[in-house]
């Protein structure tokens, strides 16, 4: 179950990360505030919840539809430090991105339960 969670959320952000690379919709910033509350989160440990693998298909579909969404306030918050036309391509970008994840959910969903482990993505090790 831990596996095909993990899963999900490495497809998602490989997904969003493809898709807006070198751009400011894919970038991510967090406050000082935001990153303290993160800590203490991360001391508390994961709640248990996210170790409750979704058991259907239509679930799965429903948390990857979440993350795309949350993706997209994400990339969208992201672009308010942007200005001007700047800010208006970053939003536009955003919501390409985050219709094209809507419209390929279903085969981003197969793509995590297809997973199965975790991968090394360092690179060739020499």
Not at 70 to 86: R, T, Y
Not at 95 to 124: F, H, I, W
């Given at each position: 179950?831990?596996?095909?969670?993990?899963?999900?959320?490495?497809?998602?952000?490989?997904?969003?990360?493809?898709?807006?690379?070198?751009?400011t919709?894919?970038?991510?910033?967090?406050?000082?505030?935001?990153?303290?509350?993160?800590?203490?989160?991360?001391?508390?440990?994961?709640?248990?919840r996210?170790?409750?693998?979704?058991?259907?298909?239509?679930?799965?579909?429903?948390t990857?539809?979440?993350?795309?969404?949350?993706?997209?306030?994400?990339?969208?918050?992201?672009?308010?430090?942007?200005?001007?036309?700047?800010?208006?391509?970053?939003?536009?970008?955003?919501?390409?991105?985050?219709?094209?994840?809507?419209?390929?959910?279903?085969?981003?969903?197969?793509?995590?339960?297809?997973?199965?482990?975790?991968?090394?993505?360092?690179?060739?090790?020499?």
């Amino acid at each position: 179950m831990k596996r095909s969670i993990i899963g999900a959320m490495l497809a998602a952000g490989l997904a969003a990360g493809f898709a807006g690379s070198g751009s400011t919709a894919a970038a991510q910033s967090t406050s000082p505030a935001m990153a303290q509350q993160q800590q203490r989160e991360i001391a508390r440990g994961d709640p248990a919840r996210w170790m409750k693998g979704d058991g259907t298909e239509q679930a799965q579909l429903a948390t990857k539809r979440k993350e795309i969404g949350a993706a997209l306030n994400e990339a969208l918050n992201d672009c308010k430090a942007s200005a001007g036309a700047e800010r208006k391509a970053c939003v536009r970008e955003a919501r390409e991105t985050y219709s094209r994840d809507m419209a390929n959910a279903k085969e981003l969903v197969a793509q995590s339960n297809g997973m199965g482990g975790v991968y090394d993505t360092a690179g060739p090790s020499e």
